[in-house]
């Protein structure tokens, strides 16, 4: 779930799964960089940002405690900085902040760990003839298909348990993450081989889920903002779409069933460009009835809109080659952060429109 590897065969060699943890002679630390690399950092951001967006919608707050070190600021501005008062904020500040981090550390590292270890423990013999692959873990021999299993199940354990240190609604929104995980790679559902079913996937895993747990960790989730959950979804289909395309030619070459292959480039990129669309209307329309996103946007997003589905149409639609394509999502994701903070800024009060 949000990282896109061949499907290929599902069985596991008995002797990899006979092995240890590891190849002979590596060392505890070795272990721990190889769980490290397995984990890829980098894809945590996927849950984190919308996290993080959840919990800003929930509590109009950039961040727990950033109140506190603006009046710490404020008055040490006037009276001077004391480190009484300094050390105070800060120790408030890591107590306000603590279900955050929490939750943070739950559905980035840990719940992230879990979900690409047992998807790469079954993608492990497509990855054996994937020359993108060779550095993976289990590619390599640094860690065995067994290990990794069990890792998977473990980390997928702490993460509930440590969902349990945030809230009931946490929990619920961590256990549905797993679960799409294991939907997603594990024999005989498997979503990831089903083309569609993959987008999905990765829309409710990354656009909605996320969404819901930054909110659960400071309010009830029956109270959620749920018109926010279609544009999570969207966007997240949309720029996981162009992942898809890719691989098209190898893929196609190599007999894969994905969406790219089973639509055809151009329509499975047209199914990106409508979700990407829909998000984009969805939010002026959103911002026009004053719903969520503050009317005060709308003129700023009826510019905007235009200009990101043409960036999309022209960096996605007209690119030529992966490289193109990579560029592209990475070009299209800075667009949209744009209006993004300036939403942020508002919703929490810190800019208002039109004000001296």
């Not at 980098?42 to 961040?63: C, D, E, K, N, Y």
């Not at 692959?133 to 390599?140: I, W």
């Not at 992966?322 to 800075?334: F, H, K, T």
Request: charged fraction near 10%; charge should be positive; glycine fraction near 8%.
């Amino acid at each position: 779930m949000g990282t896109r590897h061949r499907p290929g065969s599902d069985s596991l060699p008995n002797a990899a799964m006979a092995g240890g943890p590891e190849r002979a002679g590596s060392t505890a630390g070795d272990v721990v960089v190889a769980l490290w690399r397995l984990a890829r950092p980098p894809i945590w951001m996927v849950s984190l940002v919308p996290l993080w967006v959840g919990h800003l919608l929930a509590t109009r707050t950039i961040f727990p405690g950033f109140d506190r070190w603006t009046r710490f600021w404020a008055d040490a501005s006037q009276s001077g900085a004391r480190s009484a008062h300094f050390w105070d904020t800060f120790r408030h500040t890591l107590g306000d902040a603590r279900p955050l981090l929490v939750a943070a550390l739950v559905l980035g590292p840990v719940a992230w760990t879990a979900a690409l270890s047992i998807n790469d423990v079954h993608d492990l013999d497509g990855d054996r003839n994937n020359p993108r692959k060779q550095n993976s873990p289990l590619v390599d021999g640094a860690l065995s298909p067994a290990f990794v299993r069990r890792a998977a199940y473990g980390f997928g354990a702490v993460a509930l348990t440590g969902a349990a240190a945030v809230s009931a609604g946490f929990v619920l929104v961590t256990a549905a993450f797993l679960v799409l995980a294991w939907a997603y790679s594990v024999p005989p559902v498997r979503l990831k081989s089903r083309a569609g079913a993959d987008v999905l996937v990765n829309g409710l895993g990354v656009g909605a889920l996320p969404l819901l747990a930054g909110w659960s960790v400071a309010r009830p989730l029956a109270s959620f903002p749920w018109v926010m959950l279609a544009q999570g979804v969207a966007v997240a289909i949309a720029l996981y779409v162009p992942t898809t395309l890719v691989d098209h030619q190898a893929d196609l070459a190599a007999g894969y069933d994905t969406l790219a292959t089973r639509l055809g480039y151009h329509r499975a990129y047209q199914i990106g460009l409508v979700a990407w669309t829909g998000a984009c209307a969805n939010a002026v329309m959103l911002s026009a009835l004053d719903v969520v996103i503050s009317r005060r946007m709308l003129l700023v997003l009826a510019v905007a809109a235009p200009v990101l589905v043409v960036a999309y149409h022209l960096l996605i639609g007209h690119a030529r080659g992966p490289a193109q394509l990579v560029r592209g999502i990475v070009v299209i994701s800075w667009m949209f952060l744009a209006p993004n903070v300036m939403f942020a800024l508002i919703y929490t009060g810190l800019w208002v429109p039109g004000s001296a």
